[in-house]
């Protein structure tokens, strides 16, 4: 064989070899950590209170999911009022919400289905260390509202519709008070910002504990009111019905919640928040029943 084709089949070897591993490389990098195959559908839409984006557990959990599904969670954070209503117009896949008794709804008019309890944490009311309002230590939120509102101290409402402002609401209504004036400030945002403006103004604020722990440092606000039961925060995941709306990605909600629900994943959200605040941001509750935590 001459040298010039030698050098040719040298030449033509190399291409092969190249393009082949090329290809396996491709082949790699598309699929997920467990080597199945990917989804054909891979993103999946969740709809879900701004808490869980907030805390950072979202930028904890999605990844790992990702790495081991090949699903790609599309984290779609507002209030709850919005998640419900983006579940029950079909623009979303799978919710994870805060507010029982509004996702009961959805579930009672075939909007969503298969409701699934992840976990909980619970409210706290905070406020500056100088507590103009005189509500530090107080057990029960209905009594230091009834204060805030004597003392016509700031307070920050979300005013968003979300699971934190339902909550809210529903302490006042117990209180028999209705807030009004220049003192009661309606954010109309999410509970990073409206913490942010509360301690701004010197205000006080309902929040889920595991933002206001995330945040903490950038804050001039302190937990005064917390531990009593009406403060219970609980979180459901639900999937969007594909019977009433056949574009949702079923499989890839299903999988969402799946992996929510595992052990050793339940054991990670449990965990959450533990090396960095010294306690857990989240309790895990898949293996419990909504009775058990005293909402039914």
Same mark, same amino acid.
């Given at each position: 064989?001459?040298?010039?084709?030698k050098l040719?089949l040298i030449?033509w070897i190399?291409?092969?070899v190249?393009?082949t591993?090329?290809?396996?490389a491709?082949?790699q990098?598309?699929?997920?950590?467990?080597?199945? +195959?990917?989804?054909?559908q891979?993103d999946v839409?969740?709809?879900?209170?701004t808490?869980?984006?907030?805390? %950072?557990?979202?930028?904890?959990?999605?990844?790992l999911?990702?790495?081991?599904? %090949?699903?790609i969670?599309?984290?779609?954070?507002?209030?709850?009022?919005?998640a419900?209503?983006?579940?029950?117009?079909? $623009?979303a896949?799978?919710l994870?919400v805060?507010?029982?008794?509004a996702?009961?709804?959805l579930?009672? $008019?075939?909007?969503?289905?298969?409701? +699934?309890?992840?976990m909980?944490?619970?409210?706290?009311v905070v406020g500056?260390?100088?507590?103009p309002?005189?509500?530090?230590g107080i057990?029960?939120?209905v009594?230091a509202l009834k204060?805030i509102?004597?003392? +016509?101290?700031?307070?920050?409402?979300?005013?968003?519709?979300s699971?934190?402002?339902?909550?809210?609401?529903a302490?006042?209504?117990?209180s028999g008070?209705?807030?009004?004036?220049?003192?009661?400030?309606?954010s109309?945002q999410?509970?990073?910002a409206t913490l942010?403006i509360?301690s701004?103004?010197?205000?006080?604020?309902?929040? @889920?504990?595991?933002?206001?722990?995330a945040?903490?440092?950038?804050?001039? *606000?302190?937990?005064l009111?917390?531990?009593?039961?009406s403060?219970? $925060?609980?979180?459901?995941?639900m999937l969007?019905n594909?019977e009433?709306w056949?574009?949702?990605?079923e499989a %890839?909600?299903?999988?969402?919640?799946d992996f929510?629900?595992?052990?050793?994943?339940q *054991?990670?959200?449990?965990?959450?928040?533990i090396e960095k605040?010294?306690?857990?941001l989240?309790?895990? @509750?898949?293996?419990?029943?909504?009775?058990?935590?005293?909402?039914?």
């Amino acid at each position: 064989m001459l040298m010039k084709d030698k050098l040719f089949l040298i030449i033509w070897i190399m291409i092969i070899v190249s393009s082949t591993i090329a290809l396996v490389a491709c082949d790699q990098a598309k699929e997920p950590g467990n080597g199945s +195959q990917l989804p054909d559908q891979p993103d999946v839409i969740l709809a879900t209170t701004t808490s869980t984006q907030d805390s %950072g557990l979202l930028d904890f959990l999605a990844p790992l999911f990702q790495e081991e599904s %090949g699903y790609i969670v599309k984290v779609i954070a507002v209030g709850t009022g919005q998640a419900l209503k983006m579940g029950e117009e079909g $623009n979303a896949d799978v919710l994870l919400v805060h507010a029982p008794a509004a996702e009961k709804v959805l579930i009672d $008019n075939g909007s969503a289905i298969d409701r +699934q309890l992840i976990m909980h944490n619970d409210f706290v009311v905070v406020g500056p260390a100088a507590d103009p309002a005189g509500i530090r230590g107080i057990s029960s939120p209905v009594t230091a509202l009834k204060q805030i509102a004597q003392a +016509q101290s700031n307070f920050v409402s979300r005013g968003d519709d979300s699971g934190t402002h339902k909550k809210e609401l529903a302490l006042w209504s117990t209180s028999g008070l209705t807030p009004e004036g220049d003192w009661y400030l309606q954010s109309g945002q999410g509970m990073g910002a409206t913490l942010i403006i509360s301690s701004e103004k010197q205000g006080y604020t309902l929040t @889920d504990r595991a933002t206001y722990l995330a945040q903490q440092d950038a804050l001039d *606000l302190e937990i005064l009111v917390e531990g009593d039961p009406s403060l219970l $925060n609980v979180y459901h995941a639900m999937l969007v019905n594909p019977e009433m709306w056949p574009k949702v990605n079923e499989a %890839g909600a299903r999988s969402w919640i799946d992996f929510l629900t595992r052990a050793d994943i339940q *054991l990670l959200i449990g965990e959450f928040g533990i090396e960095k605040f010294g306690q857990p941001l989240f309790f895990a @509750d898949a293996d419990k029943s909504d009775s058990d935590l005293g909402l039914e």
